[in-house]
């Protein structure tokens, strides 16, 4: 008989909540290896004893068998246990110690197996709408402690009858240690009811009437995997005007929810790119371009030629939205800028006001999570929010202590934190001007560290002292580090793609603080992780009248012919308020000045006259991007002032020209993207990182893309982490941990 060999593999990654362990004791059985399978609480441990052949086997053949969900990032080899038992086990979860490491996967879409059950007639669990197995169903909305098991999720609270229990004993079978494993017998259920709590219907019966009612024009809450959301007829005007008389939500587009993909398909034009990430377990919204003549109503994205859409992504949703065959509306259930509703009986005072009926259902949320955004940009990804399904977000940070937190920004807000060689990043909060939102953020960075088993050592936070994120660093009685608001941009981007530099930054964005004292926003640093030189920025220019001129773009356009001494009549005032903003101006009372690229691009649409005063943010800058669509545009003129790039000769060219206002929405998009290109020129550094909400915008990404390539430059761009303020949690742990 050939010598016994044995070993342990410690595994790290996605290995915990996908299926590994049965892939493991399957594998190991077919090969007649002695040993065990567990999690501990960085990952998974695995001891092997038998053939030295088998077990090479063992360890080439796994990769390939591994579950959709799951990723091996790293293998220790360490010596095998004295004991190991005469056959292969499924142990139970290693106690903690240490660092809690382990990938916690976010929420997956309902598979293809689970989708099949509830919609046969003969299975067990024929239309439950919390079906779920190892491939699939929730996960970080539930988790409320490490390792992840049932115990430690808000599914503790259910007692799976023996049919399931079976199921999650069996490691032949699909639910084996699903943790959330669940059926209409033992696990959570629907309930239909009014505001006041008054219960109408249970069950089947419940979703039946939630379809009833949406058909009938009425506003419901509908409680999902990361809170509840607000849904209407997404074709009915009257309805949907109704839901943003009560959310308080004037023009900001509403993401719908599509019965399929042959819906989407039927309202929106979608690329292959587009279809995967809409048929992804993530299942994010997708911004997608509508079709001409869609059947939905306008009052949906007023003056907008994009949808957010998204797909069914737990059996609920596929059920209701069967029972439907028509999108509906499906927004955040809150107050305009307040955080989403996640507790039954908060949610009914908060929303109701707001909806009609509530959908609910009796399994808690252990944490609040919006729906995920994204777009799709030359076949790229460019995520805009990450919730839902893409938290929590980890990006490897080499060599990182545990225990740093970084605060994030004030708009858009995420926390990060790092733990086991990761920043572990939250899901996304808001923008901190609203008190609940400040309360969430406090309960991120808690959430964050606790998950993980860790207290803060050390803080980043950005110089903006009016941020209150910043404010609540300073509380923590540890170091914190300032890190100015455009290197945490590009510090972000050159941590995801792996840069050190010297790269060149062009961080475009709406404001941040500079270390001027002014407010920065069309920036070209030249960065390092640890440092920057601010190389060259756009011209600055006045805006009168505090936070006001941030939201009304005719204020920025003021300021843009001021700047200029320009004779052109500002659009959008009466006379009176254009005398007392020019006082002002003269008297240098309650003015700023700003380099910042978004401010410019309010001037152009308000100087274009596509929008005047904004209901919510980026809402001019969008409108102009749609305005410009894809047609090729020539760029304007522009100079050089010094180190400021010069705009007024564009806006002098843009005044005069007497264009279509689509041509010259087009050609101020080239302008800018042509300005990049000299300014990178000027530096002439090869590697060059574009940040900041700008490039959200994706006529002027993918024209920086093109032409800072064709001119030999190596671009670098987001693909992970969005580009606009929710990234700056990254940078600043990049810029704190190169300076330690
Ligand atoms: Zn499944
Ligand atoms: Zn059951
Ligand atoms: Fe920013």
């Known amino acids: 008989m050939p010598e016994e060999k044995s070993i342990l593999l410690r595994m790290r990654g996605r290995v915990q ?56 990032q790293s293998v220790e080899e360490l010596s095998a246990p004295a004991e190991l038992p005469a056959g ?38 024929y239309r439950y709408p919390f079906a779920n197995c190892t491939h699939c169903g929730p996960r970080f909305s539930i988790i409320e402690a490490l390792p992840y098991d049932r115990g430690n999720t808000t599914m503790h609270a259910f007692r799976m009858c023996p049919a399931c229990e079976e199921e999650y004993r069996d490691p032949r079978n699909r639910r084996f240690h699903a943790q959330p494993n669940a059926c209409p017998v033992c696990g959570p259920s629907l309930s239909w009811m009014r505001a006041d709590g008054t219960v109408l219907e249970v069950r089947d019966e419940a979703l039946r009437a939630a379809a009833e009612a949406i058909r009938g024009g009425w506003i419901a809450a509908v409680k999902g995997i990361g809170g509840f959301h607000l849904m209407v007829d997404a074709r009915d005007g009257g309805a949907v005007r109704r839901l943003r008389e009560r959310k308080k939500r004037d023009e900001k587009p509403f993401a719908l929810l599509f019965p399929g993909l042959d819906s989407i398909r039927a309202a929106c034009e979608v690329s292959a790119a587009e279809q995967e990430w809409l048929e992804s377990q993530a299942a994010p919204i997708v911004l997608l371009k509508k079709r001409e003549g869609a059947a939905l109503a306008r009052e949906v994205a007023p003056g907008l030629p994009w949808i957010g859409a998204m797909a069914p992504y737990t059996p609920m949703h596929h059920l209701l939205m069967r029972e439907l065959g028509f999108p509906v509306v499906a927004t955040s259930g809150n107050l305009t800028d307040e955080p989403i509703c996640t507790d039954n009986d908060e949610a009914r005072a908060r929303l109701g006001g707001i909806a009609d009926f509530f959908l609910a259902h ?317 300014a990178a020129k000027r530096e002439g550094l090869r590697d060059v990182c574009l940040s900041g909400g700008c490039f959200q915008n994706r006529r002027l990404l993918a024209g920086a893309w093109r032409r800072l390539r064709e001119e030999g430059f190596r671009v670098w761009s987001h693909r992970e982490i969005p580009p606009n303020d929710a990234g700056i949690c990254a940078g600043q742990l990049a810029v704190a941990l190169a300076r330690a």
């Open 88 to 125: 292969f086990e499924i142990r139970t979860s290693a106690a903690p110690d240490g660092a809690r490491v382990a990938g916690i996967l976010p929420d997956l879409a309902t598979c293809p197996d689970c989708l099949r059950e509830i919609l046969d007639p003969k299975d067990r669990r």
């Open 17 to 72: 909540g996908v299926g590994f362990r049965p892939v493991v004791f399957r594998l190991a059985h077919e090969l007649g290896l002695r040993g065990w399978v567990r999690n501990d609480a960085a990952g998974a441990e695995v001891a092997l004893a038998g053939r030295g052949g088998d077990i090479a086997k063992f360890r080439a053949e796994l990769p390939g068998r591994l579950p959709a969900a799951a990723d091996i």
């Open 362 to 678: 009796d399994r808690s949320i252990a944490r609040p999570m919006d729906d995920s955004v994204m777009a799709v940009c030359g076949g790229e990804p460019v995520m805009m929010r990450r919730g839902r399904g893409l938290s929590p977000c980890s990006m490897p940070m080499a060599g990182a202590p545990d225990g740093w937190v970084a605060a994030g920004a004030q708009m858009k807000s995420v926390v990060a934190l790092t733990a086991g060689g990761n920043a572990v990043m939250s899901p996304h909060i808001g923008d901190l001007d609203h008190e609940g939102a400040v309360r969430l953020w406090e309960r991120a960075v808690n959430d964050l560290a606790g998950l993980h088993g860790l207290e803060p050592r050390a803080a980043a936070a950005d110089l903006h002292p009016g941020y209150a994120s910043t404010q609540a660093a300073a509380e923590w009685g540890v170091p914190v580090a300032g890190v100015q608001h455009h290197h945490a941009h590009i510090a972000a981007c050159m941590a995801e793609n792996g840069l050190e530099g010297p790269v060149l930054g062009i961080a475009w964005d709406g404001t941040g603080l500079g270390t001027d004292g002014t407010i920065w926003g069309g920036e070209f640093l030249v960065c390092t992780r640890r440092d920057f030189r601010r190389a060259a920025w756009l011209r600055p220019f006045p805006l009168i009248g505090g936070d006001a001129s941030a939201r009304e773009p005719r204020r920025a356009a003021l300021g843009v012919l001021r700047e200029m001494g320009s004779g052109h009549p500002p659009p959008g005032f009466s006379r009176a308020e254009l005398a007392v903003l020019d006082g002002m101006l003269r008297e240098d009372f309650n003015v700023v000045r700003t380099s910042s690229a978004g401010r410019l691009f309010d001037a152009a649409a308000s100087l274009l006259g596509v929008c005047q005063k904004m209901s919510h943010e980026g809402q001019a800058a969008m409108r102009l991007e749609a305005l410009a669509g894809e047609a090729e545009a020539p760029a304007y003129p522009f100079g050089w002032r010094g180190a400021a790039l010069d705009w007024a000769p564009m806006i002098e060219a843009m005044l005069s020209g007497g264009e279509p206002p689509a041509v010259a929405a087009g050609r101020f998009h080239a302008t800018l993207v042509e300005m990049m290109v000299a």
